[in-house]
C-alpha cells in the first residue's frame, strides 16, 4: 500500500526455531508507514496478527506513548502516539509511565524517590476488567521491579501498613 514498506524476510526468519514470542522494539524500525494514518496501522496491525498465525507465536510490540499523553501521565489504550487503529487491534495494552503530579507527592511523602518510579497498567487486556496500575522502581542496574503501591487514601493506607508486598501484588 502506497509508498511505504513492511519487512520482506520470511516469516521464519524473524523467530528462532521453537521461539513463541517475537519482539518488536521499537515497532517503528519494523515499518516506515505513516504513524498518523489509521488505514497503514491497520495494515501494519493485520500483517503483525498474520505474522503471528503463521509463526505460531505471539507479538509483543513496544510502542513509544505520544505528547499528550507523556505530559498528562495518561495510561489508557490510546495513549499511543500515532493513528488508533494499532491499539484498537491488539488483545492487550500495557502503558509503562511516570507518577503522575498526585502519585508524586504520594511518593514523596512516603520517603520514595519518584523519579525512580513508573507505573504499569494494563489499559486494555482482552477478556478481562480494565486493571490498577502496578508500581514498579527502577534499580541501580536501571532494571524496573515490582514495589509496593502508592497510598492514595487514609483507608489505603492502612490496608497496605497490614499487607506484605506480596500480598498486594
Given at each position: 500500500?502506497?509508498?511505504?514498506?513492511?519487512?520482506?524476510?520470511?516469516?521464519?526468519?524473524?523467530?528462532?526455531?521453537?521461539?513463541?514470542?517475537?519482539?518488536?522494539?521499537?515497532?517503528?524500525?519494523?515499518?516506515?508507514?505513516?504513524?498518523?494514518?489509521?488505514?497503514?496501522?491497520?495494515?501494519?496491525?493485520?500483517?503483525?496478527?498474520?505474522?503471528?498465525?503463521?509463526?505460531?507465536?505471539?507479538?509483543l510490540a513496544v510502542h513509544h506513548t505520544g505528547q499528550d499523553a507523556l505530559l498528562s501521565a495518561r495510561?489508557?489504550?490510546?495513549?499511543?502516539?500515532?493513528?488508533?487503529?494499532?491499539?484498537?487491534?491488539?488483545?492487550?495494552?500495557?502503558?509503562?509511565?511516570?507518577?503522575?503530579?498526585?502519585?508524586?507527592?504520594?511518593?514523596?511523602?512516603?520517603?520514595?524517590?519518584?523519579?525512580?518510579?513508573?507505573?504499569?497498567?494494563?489499559?486494555?487486556?482482552?477478556?478481562?476488567?480494565?486493571?490498577e496500575g502496578v508500581v514498579l522502581g527502577m534499580g541501580p542496574d536501571g532494571v524496573l521491579s515490582m514495589?509496593?503501591?502508592?497510598?492514595?487514601?487514609?483507608?489505603?493506607?492502612?490496608?497496605?501498613?497490614?499487607?506484605?508486598?506480596?500480598?498486594?501484588?
Amino acid at each position: 500500500r502506497g509508498s511505504h514498506s513492511f519487512p520482506t524476510r520470511r516469516s521464519s526468519d524473524l523467530v528462532a526455531e521453537g521461539g513463541r514470542l517475537l519482539i518488536i522494539d521499537p515497532l517503528v524500525m519494523f515499518h516506515s508507514a505513516n504513524e498518523n494514518d489509521n488505514g497503514h496501522m491497520d495494515h501494519l496491525a493485520r500483517l503483525l496478527i498474520r505474522l503471528a498465525r503463521t509463526i505460531g507465536c505471539a507479538v509483543l510490540a513496544v510502542h513509544h506513548t505520544g505528547q499528550d499523553a507523556l505530559l498528562s501521565a495518561r495510561d489508557d489504550h490510546q495513549a499511543g502516539r500515532g493513528a488508533t487503529a494499532l491499539a484498537s487491534a491488539a488483545r492487550a495494552v500495557w502503558v509503562l509511565r511516570r507518577l503522575s503530579a498526585k502519585e508524586r507527592e504520594s511518593a514523596e511523602a512516603e520517603n520514595r524517590d519518584p523519579i525512580s518510579l513508573r507505573v504499569l497498567r494494563g489499559s486494555k487486556v482482552s477478556r478481562q476488567a480494565e486493571q490498577e496500575g502496578v508500581v514498579l522502581g527502577m534499580g541501580p542496574d536501571g532494571v524496573l521491579s515490582m514495589t509496593a503501591p502508592l497510598p492514595t487514601t487514609p483507608e489505603r493506607r492502612r490496608a497496605i501498613g497490614r499487607a506484605t508486598c506480596t500480598e498486594r501484588l
